[in-house]
Protein backbone atom coordinates (compact mmCIF):
# COMPACT_ATOMS: atom_id res chain seq x y z
CA UNK A 1 0.00 0.00 0.00
CA UNK A 2 1.02 3.79 -0.28
CA UNK A 3 2.92 5.38 2.39
CA UNK A 4 1.50 8.88 1.47
CA UNK A 5 -1.61 10.91 1.62
CA UNK A 6 -1.53 13.94 -1.39
CA UNK A 7 -4.93 16.14 -1.89
CA UNK A 8 -6.15 14.46 -5.25
CA UNK A 9 -6.77 17.65 -6.95
CA UNK A 10 -5.48 21.09 -6.98
CA UNK A 11 -6.00 24.04 -9.34
CA UNK A 12 -2.89 26.95 -10.10
CA UNK A 13 -3.02 29.90 -12.40
CA UNK A 14 -0.58 30.12 -14.92
CA UNK A 15 2.50 31.61 -13.90
CA UNK A 16 1.95 31.37 -9.99
CA UNK A 17 3.94 28.81 -7.99
CA UNK A 18 2.25 25.51 -7.41
CA UNK A 19 2.75 24.22 -3.87
CA UNK A 20 2.24 20.32 -3.85
CA UNK A 21 1.83 18.88 -0.77
CA UNK A 22 2.20 15.16 0.90
CA UNK A 23 2.12 13.69 4.01
CA UNK A 24 4.51 10.71 4.68
CA UNK A 25 4.40 10.30 8.76
CA UNK A 26 5.59 6.88 8.78
CA UNK A 27 8.73 7.54 6.83
CA UNK A 28 11.28 5.46 7.84
CA UNK A 29 15.37 6.81 8.44
CA UNK A 30 16.48 5.33 5.38
CA UNK A 31 13.70 6.36 2.76
CA UNK A 32 13.73 9.11 0.49
CA UNK A 33 11.05 11.33 -1.00
CA UNK A 34 10.09 10.94 -4.42
CA UNK A 35 8.26 12.70 -6.98
CA UNK A 36 7.42 11.75 -10.48
CA UNK A 37 4.33 13.48 -12.53
CA UNK A 38 2.50 11.76 -15.65
CA UNK A 39 1.73 13.77 -18.43
CA UNK A 40 -1.99 12.21 -19.68
CA UNK A 41 -1.09 8.61 -21.40
CA UNK A 42 2.65 9.06 -21.25
CA UNK A 43 4.72 7.22 -19.16
CA UNK A 44 5.84 8.80 -15.38
CA UNK A 45 8.60 11.42 -15.38
CA UNK A 46 10.98 11.90 -12.36
CA UNK A 47 10.85 15.36 -10.95
CA UNK A 48 12.77 15.40 -7.74
CA UNK A 49 13.89 13.25 -4.99
CA UNK A 50 15.56 14.26 -1.50
CA UNK A 51 16.04 12.52 2.14
CA UNK A 52 16.20 15.34 4.51
CA UNK A 53 17.49 18.27 3.01
CA UNK A 54 15.86 20.86 0.58
CA UNK A 55 16.66 19.70 -2.88
CA UNK A 56 15.92 21.94 -5.94
CA UNK A 57 16.52 21.46 -9.38
CA UNK A 58 15.74 22.70 -13.33
CA UNK A 59 12.13 21.20 -12.72
CA UNK A 60 11.05 22.10 -9.19
CA UNK A 61 12.45 22.02 -5.47
CA UNK A 62 11.67 19.85 -2.71
CA UNK A 63 10.85 21.38 0.86
CA UNK A 64 10.99 18.54 3.32
CA UNK A 65 9.92 18.86 7.38
CA UNK A 66 12.36 18.89 10.30
CA UNK A 67 10.04 15.80 11.46
CA UNK A 68 10.39 14.49 7.54
CA UNK A 69 6.57 13.28 7.90
CA UNK A 70 5.35 15.61 5.30
CA UNK A 71 6.86 17.35 2.12
CA UNK A 72 5.76 19.92 -0.43
CA UNK A 73 6.97 20.19 -4.22
CA UNK A 74 7.41 23.42 -5.55
CA UNK A 75 6.66 24.49 -9.03
CA UNK A 76 7.64 28.00 -9.22
CA UNK A 77 5.88 29.65 -11.94
CA UNK A 78 3.79 27.04 -13.14
CA UNK A 79 2.71 26.44 -17.45
CA UNK A 80 -0.04 24.77 -19.21
CA UNK A 81 2.73 22.21 -19.65
CA UNK A 82 2.42 21.13 -15.99
CA UNK A 83 -1.08 20.07 -15.94
CA UNK A 84 -0.62 16.39 -14.94
CA UNK A 85 -0.81 13.76 -12.15
CA UNK A 86 1.54 14.42 -9.67
CA UNK A 87 3.10 11.03 -7.27
CA UNK A 88 4.75 11.49 -4.19
CA UNK A 89 6.21 8.67 -3.34
CA UNK A 90 8.64 7.18 -0.13
CA UNK A 91 11.28 4.26 -1.01
CA UNK A 92 14.37 3.37 0.08
CA UNK A 93 17.07 3.99 -1.90
CA UNK A 94 18.06 1.00 -3.80
CA UNK A 95 16.31 -0.20 -7.28
CA UNK A 96 14.60 -3.08 -5.97
CA UNK A 97 12.33 -1.78 -3.63
CA UNK A 98 8.98 -1.93 -5.33
CA UNK A 99 7.95 2.10 -6.54
CA UNK A 100 4.78 2.05 -4.82
CA UNK A 101 2.27 4.67 -6.28
CA UNK A 102 -0.50 5.72 -4.99
CA UNK A 103 -3.69 8.12 -6.83
CA UNK A 104 -1.66 11.21 -6.71
CA UNK A 105 -2.83 14.84 -6.94
CA UNK A 106 -4.45 15.90 -10.45
CA UNK A 107 -2.89 19.20 -11.26
CA UNK A 108 -4.47 21.62 -13.48
CA UNK A 109 -2.95 24.56 -14.31
CA UNK A 110 -5.36 27.51 -15.47
CA UNK A 111 -4.72 30.56 -18.10
CA UNK B 1 21.12 9.44 -24.80
CA UNK B 2 17.92 7.46 -26.01
CA UNK B 3 15.41 6.57 -23.00
CA UNK B 4 13.37 3.73 -22.43
CA UNK B 5 11.61 1.86 -25.88
CA UNK B 6 8.95 0.30 -25.52
CA UNK B 7 7.20 -2.20 -28.45
CA UNK B 8 4.83 -2.28 -29.39
CA UNK B 9 2.67 0.87 -28.43
CA UNK B 10 -0.61 -0.38 -28.84
CA UNK B 11 -1.78 -4.02 -28.98
CA UNK B 12 -4.93 -5.67 -29.31
CA UNK B 13 -5.80 -9.07 -28.24
CA UNK B 14 -8.33 -11.23 -27.97
CA UNK B 15 -9.39 -13.24 -24.98
CA UNK B 16 -7.24 -16.34 -24.18
CA UNK B 17 -4.65 -15.40 -26.02
CA UNK B 18 -1.06 -14.56 -25.04
CA UNK B 19 0.88 -11.63 -25.46
CA UNK B 20 4.55 -10.44 -25.23
CA UNK B 21 5.72 -7.02 -24.40
CA UNK B 22 9.44 -5.71 -24.95
CA UNK B 23 10.99 -3.03 -23.12
CA UNK B 24 15.09 -1.65 -23.92
CA UNK B 25 16.42 0.26 -20.93
CA UNK B 26 18.42 2.90 -21.25
CA UNK B 27 22.26 2.02 -22.35
CA UNK B 28 23.58 0.94 -19.33
CA UNK B 29 21.00 0.58 -17.05
CA UNK B 30 20.56 -2.91 -15.50
CA UNK B 31 17.80 -2.67 -13.79
CA UNK B 32 13.80 -2.80 -15.59
CA UNK B 33 10.47 -2.77 -13.45
CA UNK B 34 7.22 -3.07 -15.04
CA UNK B 35 4.05 -1.26 -13.81
CA UNK B 36 0.31 -2.13 -14.89
CA UNK B 37 -1.54 1.14 -15.44
CA UNK B 38 -5.48 0.97 -15.02
CA UNK B 39 -8.16 3.72 -14.39
CA UNK B 40 -9.91 1.94 -11.50
CA UNK B 41 -6.57 0.64 -9.67
CA UNK B 42 -3.40 3.01 -10.90
CA UNK B 43 -0.39 1.84 -10.94
CA UNK B 44 0.38 -1.37 -9.96
CA UNK B 45 3.95 -2.83 -9.58
CA UNK B 46 4.02 -6.14 -11.41
CA UNK B 47 8.10 -7.07 -10.84
CA UNK B 48 11.50 -5.77 -11.33
CA UNK B 49 14.57 -7.65 -13.00
CA UNK B 50 18.24 -6.94 -12.16
CA UNK B 51 21.17 -8.41 -14.04
CA UNK B 52 18.82 -11.49 -15.62
CA UNK B 53 17.03 -11.92 -12.36
CA UNK B 54 14.24 -11.18 -10.88
CA UNK B 55 14.26 -9.10 -7.54
CA UNK B 56 11.30 -8.24 -6.80
CA UNK B 57 7.72 -9.24 -7.40
CA UNK B 58 4.23 -7.66 -7.34
CA UNK B 59 0.81 -9.52 -6.22
CA UNK B 60 -0.33 -10.54 -9.57
CA UNK B 61 -1.09 -14.23 -11.00
CA UNK B 62 1.17 -16.34 -12.37
CA UNK B 63 -0.54 -15.52 -16.04
CA UNK B 64 2.45 -12.50 -15.72
CA UNK B 65 5.66 -13.22 -16.24
CA UNK B 66 9.02 -11.57 -17.03
CA UNK B 67 12.47 -12.50 -18.57
CA UNK B 68 15.65 -10.05 -18.43
CA UNK B 69 18.48 -10.46 -20.89
CA UNK B 70 22.11 -10.27 -20.98
CA UNK B 71 21.85 -6.93 -22.76
CA UNK B 72 19.54 -5.62 -19.91
CA UNK B 73 16.30 -5.70 -22.66
CA UNK B 74 13.10 -7.46 -20.68
CA UNK B 75 10.03 -9.08 -22.18
CA UNK B 76 6.91 -9.96 -20.01
CA UNK B 77 4.31 -12.33 -21.00
CA UNK B 78 0.55 -12.35 -20.37
CA UNK B 79 -1.19 -15.45 -20.59
CA UNK B 80 -5.17 -16.83 -20.91
CA UNK B 81 -5.23 -13.08 -21.36
CA UNK B 82 -8.82 -11.84 -19.50
CA UNK B 83 -11.07 -8.54 -20.44
CA UNK B 84 -9.42 -7.28 -17.33
CA UNK B 85 -5.97 -7.69 -18.55
CA UNK B 86 -6.49 -4.37 -20.46
CA UNK B 87 -4.12 -1.68 -19.50
CA UNK B 88 -0.89 0.51 -20.07
CA UNK B 89 1.87 -1.27 -19.31
CA UNK B 90 5.01 0.63 -18.14
CA UNK B 91 8.63 -0.13 -17.99
CA UNK B 92 11.41 1.84 -16.43
CA UNK B 93 15.23 1.56 -15.99
CA UNK B 94 17.17 2.52 -12.91
CA UNK B 95 21.14 3.00 -12.91
CA UNK B 96 22.18 0.77 -10.83
CA UNK B 97 21.66 -0.90 -6.79
CA UNK B 98 23.36 2.59 -5.69
CA UNK B 99 22.01 4.71 -3.69
CA UNK B 100 18.90 7.02 -4.63
CA UNK B 101 18.01 6.12 -8.19
CA UNK B 102 15.64 7.25 -9.88
CA UNK B 103 13.05 5.23 -12.26
CA UNK B 104 13.29 6.55 -16.16
CA UNK B 105 9.66 5.39 -17.60
CA UNK B 106 9.03 4.06 -21.23
CA UNK B 107 5.41 5.71 -22.96
CA UNK B 108 3.93 2.21 -22.69
CA UNK B 109 2.17 -0.22 -24.48
CA UNK B 110 -1.53 -0.12 -24.25
CA UNK B 111 -3.20 -3.12 -24.39
CA UNK B 112 -6.74 -3.58 -25.28
CA UNK B 113 -8.35 -7.18 -24.63
CA UNK B 114 -11.77 -8.10 -26.20
Known amino acids: DAKTTQPPSMDCAEGRAANLPCNHS???????VYWYRQIHSQGPQYIIH???NNETNEMASLIITEDRKSSTLILPHATLRDTAVYYC????????????FGPGTSLSVIP | KAGVTQTPRYLIKTRGQQVTLSCSPI?????VSWYQQTPGQGLQFLFE???????NKGNFPGRFSGRQFSNSRSEMNVSTLELGDSALYLC?????????????FGQGTRLTVV
Open chain 2, 92 to 104: ASSPSDRDGPEAF
Open chain 1, 26 to 32: TISGNEY
Open chain 1, 50 to 52: GLK
Open chain 1, 89 to 100: IVRVAVSYDKVI
Open chain 2, 27 to 31: SGHRS
Open chain 2, 49 to 55: YFSETQR
